[in-house]
């Protein structure tokens, strides 16, 4: 088996239970108390059983302390995949959508997902689905807009006739009659 990994000589068990007892972060306050346990003379097996985790785990604890310190103990954001998107294949996008679809060149009068995408992957190669291009899409600013539905045969000047007209925002009381006085 094995040496283990060594912490760090400019620590020990009370500062890191002082550290601890500041943290705001709930996993660094676990992984500070399961360390100062180590510094303290206790195995690594009763370091991890403190902490709830494996014997690998603590020792991925000892290194990244080592490393970085109290602040190497900070549960991070996974970063997540890389975007399908780069910044200049989002500028293309929206400078594609800035100057709008030419019916000629592109054979629609407006733009759909299923267009962009199309678009997306003959220019630049880049295959993106419909649902991660209306994400993309939305974090630029675009929203759906559709034009609300006209019947071809409407007659513009007999809608006034249907609208209704809105009641006041307030009404009078009536007078008090004799009876209630």
Same mark, same amino acid.
């Given at each position: ?28 306050? $676990? ?43 900070? @549960? @991070? /954001?996974?970063?997540? *995949? ?21 019916? *000629? ?21 880049? %295959? ?5 291009? %209306?994400?993309?899409?939305? *974090?630029?600013?675009?929203? /759906?807009?559709?034009?609300?539905? $006209? ?11 249907? /609208? /209704?007209? %809105?009641?006041? *925002? ?6 008090? %009659?004799?009876?209630?006085?």
């Amino acid at each position: 088996m094995a040496a283990p990994v060594p912490l760090r000589s400019d620590f020990d068990a009370y500062g890191l239970r002082t550290l601890a007892r500041c943290a705001r972060d709930p996993a660094q306050t $676990r992984r500070l108390l399961a360390l100062s346990a180590i510094y303290a003379g206790g195995s690594r097996s009763a370091a991890a059983a403190l902490g709830g985790v494996g014997l690998q785990t603590v020792r991925d604890w000892v290194v990244a302390f080592n490393a970085h310190g109290p602040d190497g103990l900070i @549960g @991070g /954001k996974a970063p997540g *995949a890389r975007p399908r998107l780069n910044v200049e294949q989002r500028e293309a996008l929206r400078a594609l959508i800035e100057q709008g679809p030419m019916p *000629a060149a592109h054979g629609v009068v407006r733009w759909r997902l299923v267009d962009l995408a199309q678009i997306l992957f003959e220019d630049h190669g880049v %295959s993106v689905s419909e649902q991660t291009l %209306s994400r993309v899409l939305r *974090a630029l600013g675009y929203r /759906k807009l559709s034009a609300r539905p $006209r019947h071809h045969a409407q007659d513009p000047d007999a809608i006034p006739a249907f /609208k /209704k007209p %809105s009641p006041p *925002a307030w009404r009078r009381s009536r007078r008090p %009659s004799a009876a209630s006085r």
